[in-house]
């Protein structure tokens, strides 16, 4: 049987950013696996300076996504320092005309432009966590981090304060896609991999999923089946 437990996603304002191009921000129905490991990484007391822990924690879970509220989506923007170390490398590019990717290179570490920052009101999801072969940490001890956390918890943003407890539950179930039918209802997002055969008016969408903790860049997607 694997290894499920739960963690609650409710808060006034949740920072569920997805693709940046340019200064121009996404947002994301659902949380990605990267921002769930770091934040049972601050949970943990792991930081940056771990990122081979948080990058085996990452590559070591599966989430399904149950939506209870979507929320609203509104945009705010935010200063950003184009000189760190983790704003190098290839990046997108818009013109207006054509899209592309650029290498970009860094600058003055004092530079900076603003960005938009698209943020989601009032929003409440619960996400199942299935730990696979090789996690650093067990379910038990993630979910004790998560109630007396190292580093505060937020939802996103440092300023997205959670409005009910992060930590859940484990879940005794066969499969991931039992654990969904364990908790309340709501828009389901469960991996394509864990779906039955799909049926006719099924959606997928693509998220995106990953990061490099060591370069802090991102990449790589998850494939979900949506239903309601």
Known sequence: MPTLFTMRLAAPIASLSGARIDTSGDSLPIPTRSMIAGMIGAALGVGYD??????QLQDTMRLAIVVHREGTVIRDFQTVRMGLPHMTGPMWWNDGKELGVMERGGGDPERT????????????ATIIIELLSGAP???????????????????????????????????????????????ETGTLYL????AQPGSFGDIYVTIPSGRDWASRQHGGSDTYVVRT
């Not at 771990?50 to 990058?55: A, I």
């Not at 432009?113 to 409440?124: A, N």
């Not at 001890?141 to 007396?148: D, F, G, P, T, Y």
């Not at 879940?171 to 896609?177: D, G, K, R, Y």
């Open 50 to 55: 771990q990122p081979q822990v948080l990058q």
């Open 113 to 124: 432009i603003t960005g938009e920052r698209p943020l989601t009101c009032d929003y409440d």
């Open 137 to 183: 940490f067990s379910a038990e001890k993630i979910l004790n981090a998560l109630r007396s956390p190292v580093y505060p918890l937020s939802v996103g943003q440092r300023s997205c304060i959670p409005s009910l407890p992060i930590a859940g539950k484990q879940l005794e179930a066969p499969t991931l896609a039992d654990g969904v039918a364990l908790v």
């Open 191 to 194: 991996p394509v991999e864990c």
